[in-house]
């Protein structure tokens, strides 16, 4: 893409926008991932389509990209903090089902959303129960420094050795103590401190549990995060994402135990995407009982997925955005408007018009603003270029956008049988529900150089 201007993105490390410099190529980027006890809903998925947003705009500026995207199928806790059951243990008993089966159903779910949403994977997705030693090693250098205590229950983090506790949230102690009063622990020295080690109970036994120098136990939720995007990332420690509700309690920990192992910054910079409401003041959670998936919310209103990521496109990504079933129908209606207008532009891509790419690449660069990015496309199919130059511009925008704007052109050329072999071996297996053999085929057809897509109106296949 043309090198018009610097990228800036808002870091909440340091409340304002800062101009993106990479600390080495390529840019390495970590994204909190599901935790895979229950389907992913709309307000989780909005989070995961702004990253997808971040990753095109890095590859639209000519950056490489590291993507790790981290699963929690152990540790995370029902209050989100130290005490209760763990997630993936009650949606095994839930359901009747092992709790490693559990991981494997949703996480499978999950990545069918993504491919629904047009979101790219990420390079590497990394469980948290295969990198246990990982986490381990890192809790015994805390130890080892002196940032540790035991209790009856865990081994935990003691936040008082750490100065700069509150740098990515900006609130004062006491705040933060309020936030971490709900759920007490009387042998905690700290309200803030956190869980890196849970010890099993010893009435009764788990089903993910390791091993360690303090007990048999198993992780806790803030740890994997920090070993694993050590472990990957190294010395490119560049974008940390997530949701604006991991900011207090999730990153704060990571960062306070990273830093205090590592000796040197965790990440330089944290994007973090507001929440997705049911109303104008209740939130989308699982832990509220009034979660909307994907699949059947665009069923009920009749509408494909990408009309939800198109709604999504409408409201800046630091903005909060509420859910009303009205908003999907209006926002398929808008992208039916904009792929009936490309269609008849014909099918000659031609070269992409320089003062529409630099209004485009102005406005993604400016913090990801997508509803300019949007309006910039109207405005370029509003104008008098010819066909050619229009077509060639939505290609070069829709690789941000990545809302297939030019698949209704039957641009695609002739496929190879033995791709349209394995894609309906792969349709067979998705039918199946062999989502394991479905993501052997998909990677097998992507290393021959083609990319499969999955719409409401059927497989689409195209050469990478």
Same mark, same amino acid.
């Given at each position: 893409?043309?090198?018009?201007?610097?990228?800036?993105?808002?870091?909440?490390? &340091?409340?304002?926008?800062?101009?993106f410099?990479s600390?080495? &190529?390529?840019?390495?980027?970590?994204? *909190?991932?599901?935790?895979?006890?229950?389907?992913?809903h709309?307000?989780?998925?909005?989070?995961y389509i702004?990253?997808?947003?971040? /990753?095109?705009t890095?590859?639209?500026?000519?950056?490489?990209v590291?993507?790790?995207?981290?699963?929690?199928?152990?540790?995370?806790?029902?209050?989100? +903090?130290?005490?209760?059951?763990?997630?993936?243990?009650?949606?095994?008993?839930?359901?009747?089902?092992?709790?490693?089966?559990?991981?494997?159903?949703?996480?499978?779910?999950?990545?069918?959303?993504?491919?629904?949403?047009?979101?790219?994977?990420?390079?590497?997705?990394?469980k948290a129960?295969?990198?246990?030693s990982?986490?381990?090693?890192?809790?015994?250098?805390?130890?080892?420094?002196?940032?540790?205590?035991?209790?009856?229950?865990?081994?935990?983090?003691?936040?008082s /050795?750490?100065?700069?506790?509150?740098?990515?949230?900006?609130?004062?102690?006491?705040?933060?103590?309020?936030?971490?009063?709900?759920?007490?622990?009387?042998?905690?020295?700290?309200?803030?401190?956190?869980?890196?080690?849970?010890?099993s109970p010893?009435?009764? /036994?788990?089903?993910?549990?390791?091993?360690?120098?303090?007990?048999?136990?198993?992780?806790?939720?803030?740890?994997? *995060?920090?070993?694993?995007?050590?472990?990957?990332?190294?010395?490119?420690?560049d974008?940390? *994402?997530?949701?604006?509700?991991?900011?207090?309690?999730?990153?704060?920990?990571?960062?306070?135990?990273?830093?205090a192992a590592?000796?040197?910054?965790?990440?330089?910079?944290?994007?973090?995407?507001?929440?997705?409401?049911?109303?104008?003041?209740?939130?989308?959670?699982?832990?509220?009982?009034?979660?909307l998936?994907?699949?059947?919310?665009?069923?009920?209103?009749?509408?494909?997925?990408?009309a939800?990521?198109?709604? *999504?496109?409408?409201?800046?990504?630091?903005?909060?955005?509420?859910?009303k079933?009205?908003?999907?129908? +209006?926002?398929?209606?808008?992208?039916s408007?904009?792929?009936?207008s490309?269609?008849?532009?014909?099918?000659?891509?031609?070269?992409?018009?320089?003062?529409? &790419?630099?209004q485009?690449?102005?406005?993604?660069?400016?913090?990801?603003?997508m509803?300019?990015?949007?309006?910039?496309?109207?405005?370029?199919?509003?104008?008098?270029?010819?066909?050619?130059?229009?077509?060639?511009?939505?290609?070069?925008f829709?690789?941000?956008?990545g809302?297939?704007?030019?698949?209704?052109?039957?641009?695609?050329?002739?496929?190879?049988?033995?791709?349209?072999?394995?894609a309906?071996?792969?349709?067979?297996?998705?039918?199946?529900?062999?989502?394991?053999?479905?993501?052997?085929?998909?990677?097998?057809?992507?290393?021959l150089?083609? &990319?499969?897509?999955?719409?409401?109106?059927?497989?689409?296949?195209?050469?990478i």
């Amino acid at each position: 893409m043309l090198d018009l201007m610097s990228l800036f993105l808002y870091n909440t490390l &340091s409340r304002s926008k800062e101009e993106f410099k990479s600390i080495a &190529s390529p840019v390495g980027l970590y994204t *909190c991932g599901p935790t895979v006890y229950h389907y992913a809903h709309i307000g989780n998925l909005r989070t995961y389509i702004f990253e997808d947003f971040l /990753k095109r705009t890095l590859l639209y500026n000519n950056f490489q990209v590291e993507h790790i995207m981290n699963v929690t199928d152990v540790g995370h806790l029902v209050g989100d +903090q130290d005490m209760g059951e763990d997630k993936m243990e009650k949606g095994a008993a839930r359901e009747g089902k092992t709790a490693w089966e559990i991981a494997d159903f949703y996480l499978a779910q999950f990545k069918k959303d993504l491919i629904a949403l047009n979101i790219i994977e990420p390079a590497v997705w990394c469980k948290a129960t295969d990198y246990i030693s990982e986490q381990i090693d890192l809790i015994t250098i805390l130890q080892e420094k002196g940032y540790t205590y035991q209790t009856s229950d865990g081994v935990y983090y003691d936040t008082s /050795k750490f100065a700069d506790y509150n740098k990515l949230s900006h609130l004062n102690l006491d705040e933060l103590k309020e936030g971490a009063r709900v759920e007490k622990n009387d042998e905690k020295k700290n309200a803030t401190d956190f869980a890196l080690w849970k010890f099993s109970p010893k009435d009764q /036994k788990r089903q993910m549990e390791w091993e360690s120098p303090w007990g048999k136990g198993f992780p806790g939720w803030h740890i994997e *995060c920090s070993a694993m995007s050590l472990h990957f990332l190294k010395d490119h420690l560049d974008i940390h *994402c997530g949701g604006i509700d991991h900011i207090n309690i999730h990153h704060t920990n990571e960062i306070a135990q990273s830093e205090a192992a590592t000796n040197q910054k965790f990440f330089n910079y944290w994007l973090h995407g507001a929440l997705l409401n049911i109303s104008d003041s209740e939130k989308m959670a699982k832990s509220e009982g009034n979660i909307l998936l994907l699949e059947k919310v665009t069923e009920e209103e009749k509408v494909e997925p990408l009309a939800f990521r198109y709604a *999504c496109l409408l409201t800046h990504y630091r903005k909060p955005m509420t859910y009303k079933p009205e908003m999907l129908g +209006q926002a398929a209606t808008a992208l039916s408007n904009v792929r009936r207008s490309i269609e008849n532009l014909g099918a000659q891509i031609g070269e992409i018009d320089s003062s529409f &790419s630099e209004q485009f690449t102005t406005a993604v660069n400016d913090d990801l603003n997508m509803p300019q990015a949007v309006a910039i496309l109207q405005g370029l199919l509003k104008s008098d270029l010819n066909s050619e130059i229009k077509l060639g511009t939505i290609q070069s925008f829709d690789t941000v956008l990545g809302l297939d704007l030019i698949r209704t052109n039957n641009l695609a050329e002739e496929i190879p049988s033995e791709i349209r072999e394995l894609a309906a071996e792969r349709e067979r297996a998705r039918l199946d529900q062999d989502w394991a053999t479905s993501d052997v085929l998909r990677t097998k057809i992507q290393k021959l150089g083609y &990319s499969i897509e999955d719409h409401p109106d059927g497989v689409k296949i195209r050469k990478i």
